[in-house]
């Protein structure tokens, strides 16, 4: 009777590691898709520009109101055209970053 009630907690055992596996799993999963998401310049907070290397608060405002100003972006390269990001920095994230535009109805 021991033995069988310890097989018993044994499956349980598995059981509830398996749960916390799949949970842990399922978590990491979700977290590397939100953190590999691509930034869309077009739709983009000043906080979510910061959150690009190299772009902090000053550079992210100064793409917030040039967008405001100018409409969206057409293409990744356009964010040149913002005073203080050049070549090298749009290098730095372009890959980071998408130009999706709001589908019209």
Do not use: W
């Amino acid at each position: 009777m021991i033995f069988r009630k310890s097989i018993l907690s044994s499956d349980h055992c598995k059981e509830d590691t398996m749960k916390k596996l799949l949970f842990t799993v399922f978590f990491l999963l979700c977290f590397a898709t939100a953190a590999f998401a691509k930034v869309n310049i077009n739709t983009a907070t000043v906080q979510e520009l910061t959150a690009l290397p190299g772009i902090g608060q000053v550079k992210a405002e100064a793409i917030v109101k040039y967008r405001e100003a100018n409409g969206s972006f057409k293409s990744v390269d356009d964010l040149t055209k913002v005073k203080g990001i050049g070549p090298k920095m749009l290098d730095k994230i372009r890959d980071e970053i998408s130009v999706e535009t709001k589908a019209k109805k």
